[in-house]
């Protein structure tokens, strides 16, 4: 086999073989990265998982943080 060639994609199983893979094209900007870092979304708190402290085997274990 050469280098360019590619080989088709063998999905094991049937459950998924069936679903055809879904490809996006990225649509180009004309922004630079540092304006794509600027921009801001505003998030609410109450959208981020509560902190839950629970007893673990090793000692008290913080989840959702």
């Known amino acids: ?10 999905c094991p199983w049937a459950c998924l073989a069936s679903a055809a893979p879904k490809l ?3 649509t180009p900007s004309n922004r ?3 304006q794509a870092l600027l921009n ?3 998030v609410s708190l109450t ?3 509560k902190p ?3 007893l ?3 000692g008290p ?3 959702g943080t």
């Open 52 to 54: 839950c402290l629970i």
């Open 47 to 49: 959208e981020f998982p």
């Open 40 to 42: 801001k979304v505003d």
């Open 24 to 26: 996006s094209v990225a």
């Open 56 to 58: 673990g085997l090793f």
């Open 32 to 34: 630079s990265f540092a």
């Open 61 to 63: 274990v913080v989840l």
């Open 1 to 10: 086999m050469s280098a360019s060639a590619v080989a088709p994609f063998v």
